[in-house]
């Protein structure tokens, strides 16, 4: 049975206690985990977790996700490790090679395949209570008490490989269409069979950008920025429908800045709304109970459901669409 969770940030602009109350009603309204954004354009994610684990009993609480090149391994683990302690083994680590806007604007690029694959193993094996011998300097975590799951979050097929090779579950991203996410998942368990691994083992979580209303044109509006930021990704134009060609090419050379996932970005107009109804589950309440749908029937672990800034009335309204969706 497909599962369903909620993935947001925390508002840089409001008291990071919000949590609190999105977190108790992410599980009052029966969803599996609360992802938490770990990104320097909004608060701390480990003091999110830390609080939202002090309100709630059952919901799992995960990093949506770190991003290694900004974190050591070290850090990353001893973090999680605390969160885990704080709710009582229920944190997941999520973890990425770093996206555009989350690294590139501090200056830093997204960490090479064999660099994640690297970090990836070190990180791992410090869950496990190994302990790392440096250029001859022994550390380990102690704070560790258990293997917390490691989930990571992928975009194109090298990704898809090495995260099928090493972690628990793939938070896997792109246009939200059946076919495209049922090609990504094929890959991860390509890549769990290839090294060995039980597919069913590894977990694959679908993310969807969603929103819906009678009038969904806010809501369009809103995510053209997130959809320039995923049409400044290079090389996964194919993932698309060639009528979309051309405007790849214009938003390229019409928006210099990376845009970031939330909030405004220049080139906005360039964007029709077809685009962003194709990229996202945007639209009226039939239209995403319908994608919904579709979603469902290529069979995942879960569905995560990412809406920026999520309030509780947010949270209310996305349980809603589950109950629609998975209705006879």
């Given at each position: 049975?497909?599962?369903?969770?909620?993935?947001t940030?925390?508002?840089?602009?409001?008291?990071?206690?919000?949590?609190?109350?999105?977190?108790?009603?992410?599980?009052?309204?029966?969803?599996?985990?609360?992802?938490?954004?770990?990104s320097?354009?909004?608060?701390?994610?480990?003091?999110?977790?830390?609080?939202?684990?002090?309100?709630?009993?059952?919901?799992?609480?995960a990093?949506?996700?770190?991003?290694?090149?900004?974190?050591?391994?070290?850090?990353?683990?001893?973090?999680?490790?605390?969160?885990?302690?704080?709710?009582?083994?229920?944190?997941?680590?999520g973890?990425?090679?770093?996206?555009?806007?989350?690294?590139?604007?501090?200056?830093?690029?997204?960490?090479?395949?064999?660099?994640f694959r690297?970090?990836?193993?070190?990180?791992?094996?410090?869950?496990?209570?190994?302990?790392?011998?440096?250029?001859?300097?022994?550390?380990?975590?102690?704070?560790?008490?258990?293997?917390?799951?490691?989930?990571?979050?992928?975009?194109?097929?090298?990704?898809?490989?090495?995260?099928?090779?090493?972690?628990?579950?793939?938070?896997?991203?792109?246009?939200?269409q059946?076919?495209?996410?049922?090609?990504?998942?094929?890959?991860?368990?390509?890549?769990?069979?290839?090294?060995?691994?039980?597919?069913?083992?590894?977990?694959?979580?679908?993310?969807?950008?969603?929103?819906?209303?009678?009038?969904p044109?806010p809501?369009?509006?809103?995510?053209?920025?997130?959809?320039?930021?995923?049409?400044q990704?290079?090389?996964?134009?194919?993932?698309?429908?060639?009528?979309?060609?051309?405007?790849?090419?214009?938003?390229r050379?019409?928006?210099?800045?990376?845009?970031m996932?939330e909030?405004?970005?220049?080139?906005?107009?360039?964007?029709?709304d077809?685009f962003?109804?194709?990229?996202?589950?945007?639209?009226?309440?039939?239209?995403?109970?319908?994608?919904?749908?579709s979603?469902?029937?290529?069979?995942p672990?879960?569905?995560?459901?990412?809406?920026?800034?999520?309030?509780?009335?947010?949270?209310?309204k996305?349980?809603?669409?589950?109950?629609?969706?998975?209705?006879?």
């Amino acid at each position: 049975m497909v599962k369903f969770s909620i993935m947001t940030a925390l508002d840089p602009n409001a008291p990071v206690t919000d949590v609190v109350d999105v977190a108790k009603a992410t599980e009052e309204a029966g969803f599996d985990t609360l992802w938490l954004w770990d990104s320097w354009a909004s608060k701390d994610v480990n003091i999110g977790l830390a609080l939202a684990a002090q309100h709630t009993r059952t919901l799992k609480l995960a990093t949506g996700v770190s991003p290694t090149p900004l974190r050591h391994s070290a850090l990353l683990v001893n973090s999680i490790a605390t969160v885990d302690d704080i709710s009582d083994g229920r944190a997941i680590l999520g973890i990425g090679c770093g996206g555009q806007a989350t690294v590139g604007r501090l200056g830093v690029r997204k960490a090479r395949i064999a660099e994640f694959r690297s970090e990836m193993q070190l990180i791992r094996f410090l869950l496990a209570g190994g302990q790392v011998d440096e250029d001859g300097k022994l550390y380990q975590i102690e704070s560790v008490s258990r293997p917390v799951p490691v989930y990571t979050a992928v975009w194109g097929p090298r990704m898809q490989t090495v995260s099928g090779e090493l972690a628990d579950g793939v938070i896997i991203m792109g246009p939200e269409q059946p076919a495209v996410f049922a090609d990504k998942m094929a890959r991860v368990r390509a890549g769990a069979s290839d090294a060995g691994r039980n597919p069913d083992e590894v977990k694959l979580v679908l993310q969807v950008t969603g929103a819906y209303a009678d009038d969904p044109t806010p809501f369009i509006d809103k995510y053209k920025s997130l959809a320039i930021h995923h049409m400044q990704r290079l090389g996964y134009e194919k993932e698309y429908p060639k009528e979309f060609a051309p405007l790849f090419d214009r938003v390229r050379q019409h928006v210099e800045n990376i845009a970031m996932p939330e909030g405004k970005s220049p080139g906005t107009e360039l964007i029709p709304d077809e685009f962003v109804k194709h990229a996202m589950m945007v639209g009226t309440e039939e239209e995403c109970v319908e994608r919904m749908r579709s979603l469902i029937a290529i069979e995942p672990d879960e569905i995560v459901f990412s809406i920026g800034y999520a309030t509780v009335a947010d949270i209310e309204k996305f349980a809603n669409l589950v109950r629609k969706s998975v209705a006879a």
